[in-house]
């Protein structure tokens, strides 16, 4: 595709539940990042992943926090047990080398 | 202390007017400098890079690097209200595999 594809865009997920975020990266690509923002605030890392191994995982927050990249193009990051803390944007961004280009993310709401 | 800085705003300016946005930033191995505009509800969009020290047009917009101050810019140029977004500045070391973002710049420009 010509951009990162990220899905769903909004998710509203119930404390307690397991929700799976997808990222189709650009094409090519070999690097690919995961983010949270929240409101008012800048992307704050989460894990990179280099093809399919995961090089860099120290930003996520939890160990409820769980991201794959099996095939080296294809990313999912997994939230287990969900808290209202949780509740932000989700921004997948992939990298053929010096700039990173980013999807639209994923807006998760835990209620 | 944050790696990197940035005013927060909002910042309100009148059409056709001059903006400067500014970050600081403490980590002296950053090569690569970008700058995002960030939309509502939309995922960064890159605007323009840079790397290492010095000036880079493009159109309304220009990027200055000073690394000796640890200091960037993004000027932009007979402001439009359709630039009326967050900015978010970014820098990498290394190279394509660790994107640090500041916090964000919320510019208003009112017609």
């Known amino acids: 595709g010509a951009g990162v594809s990220q899905s769903p865009r909004y998710k509203v997920a119930k404390r307690g539940q397991d929700v799976a975020l997808r990222c189709d990266p650009i094409s090519g690509h070999v690097s690919l990042f995961w983010y949270q923002q929240a409101l008012g605030q800048g992307p704050e890392f989460l894990t990179y992943f280099q093809n399919e191994a995961q090089l860099d995982k120290s930003g996520l927050p939890s160990d409820r926090f769980f991201a794959e990249r099996p095939e080296g193009s294809v990313s999912t990051l997994k939230i287990q047990r969900t808290q209202q803390e949780d509740s932000a944007v989700y921004l997948c961004a992939s990298s053929s080398d010096r700039v990173a280009f980013f999807g639209q993310g994923t807006r998760l709401t835990v209620v | ?111």
Do not use: H
Request: aromatic share 14%; proline share 8%.
């Open chain 2, 1 to 111: 202390q944050k790696e990197v800085e940035q005013d927060p705003g909002p910042l309100s300016v009148p059409e056709g007017a001059i903006v400067s946005l500014n970050c600081t930033y403490s980590n002296s191995a950053f090569q690569y400098f970008m700058w995002y505009r960030q939309y509502s509800r939309k995922g960064p969009e890159l605007l323009m890079y840079t790397y290492s020290s010095g000036n880079k047009e493009d159109g309304r917009f220009t990027a200055q690097v000073d690394k000796s101050s640890k200091y960037i810019s993004l000027f932009i140029r007979d402001s439009q209200p359709s630039d009326s977004a967050t900015y978010l500045c970014a820098m990498s070391y290394p190279p394509g595999q660790n994107f640090v973002f500041g916090p964000g710049t919320r510019l208003s420009v009112l017609p």
